[in-house]
């Protein structure tokens, strides 16, 4: 495994940030870290890259221990913070060449790395700018370039895409997603469309404890029992009208000539809403069968949360 936690516990004076957890990343897997703000995220995070020690229980990265190897731990994991920490008088590839040095690389494999993070990281055409002249898209591509200089195996972003507008979250997923085709990548985000564009799976964690921890897919299954068909006519008609239907828990009028029909996962309604509404002259305009919204799979996980 590429990262195991094991009954990891982190607590600040009497407040458990982080409570008893346990999950394992097998490598060339992009884990997506999920959990409001103040579950715990960021805590777990810090702990995985040595940057605080836990208060009981264990994490190992590629082996190593985050506590008995901790340089150990930093050669083997890229780290981008939520609050990208770049210092913005130097330029582009100044800092690249600092970064890289910290990581001991020297001469010409240094300045290989450096050419190679500019181009994966789509850096070209800012190389020359002050960190400080550039956008804040721009300004993340730079942290994961820092954070992939020495060629880590595990790659930890802490809500990597916060802040960005659509262009940027687009080009920046596009490269996290091309990144994870050869590293580990651990995820962390509250955002769900996130989770659908990047993720083979997913941890759920809300006031320190973990509620889920599943494939994507699967989650969806074993969180999911109704089953929600849209449909749209040509003509309005009441609830009533619905009512012949059987298997119907609900239904839901969503605006004029729109509805929402609502039933148990396991039945299909398709074919019985095509035939009531051909025998009644009504022409069915749209008709779709919605899937199961991640939005709503995680505020059933985290309902309780009041975090800010």
Not at 138 to 153: N, S
Not at 215 to 221: F, P
Request: with cysteine.
């Amino acid at each position: 495994m590429s990262v195991e936690v094991t009954h990891l516990t982190k607590t600040f004076n009497r407040q458990k940030a982080v409570n008893d957890i346990s999950f394992e990343v097998s490598k060339g897997e992009i884990l997506g870290f999920l959990g409001p703000n103040g579950a715990g995220k960021s805590t777990t995070m810090k702990i995985a890259t040595s940057y605080i020690p836990p208060t009981s229980g264990h994490v190992k990265i590629c082996g190593f221990d985050v506590v008995d190897n901790p340089m150990k731990v930093k050669e083997v994991v890229g780290y981008l913070p939520e609050h990208n920490p770049l210092y913005l008088e130097m330029y582009v590839r100044e800092y690249l060449h600092f970064v890289g040095g910290i990581h001991g690389l020297k001469g010409i494999q240094l300045k290989s790395r450096v050419e190679e993070m500019i181009d994966l990281c789509g850096l070209g055409i800012e190389q020359n700018k002050r960190i400080e002249a550039l956008s804040k898209g721009y300004r993340q591509r730079v942290g994961l370039a820092q954070a992939l200089i020495h060629d880590p195996e595990v790659l930890i972003l802490d809500e990597p895409t916060t802040g960005l507008d659509p262009n940027q979250l687009l080009e920046v997923r596009a490269l996290i997603k091309n990144i994870g085709q050869n590293k580990t990548v651990v995820l962390s985000t509250h955002i769900m469309q996130e989770v659908q564009a990047l993720c083979d799976r997913i941890v759920v964690i809300d006031k320190g404890k973990i509620v889920a921890n599943d494939q994507l897919d699967q989650l969806k299954n074993n969180q999911t029992t109704l089953n929600k068909v849209i449909v749209e006519l040509d003509k309005e008609v009441d609830e009533l009208f619905w009512g012949v239907l059987k298997h119907i828990q609900k239904v839901e009028i969503l605006g004029k000539k729109n509805y929402a029909l609502i039933c148990a996962l396991e039945n299909d309604i398709r074919k019985d809403i095509f035939k009531l509404v051909s025998e009644n002259g009504i022409v069915l305009l749209g008709m779709k069968q919605e899937e199961a919204n991640m939005e709503n799979i995680f505020q059933k996980l985290t309902k309780n949360t009041t975090g800010k």
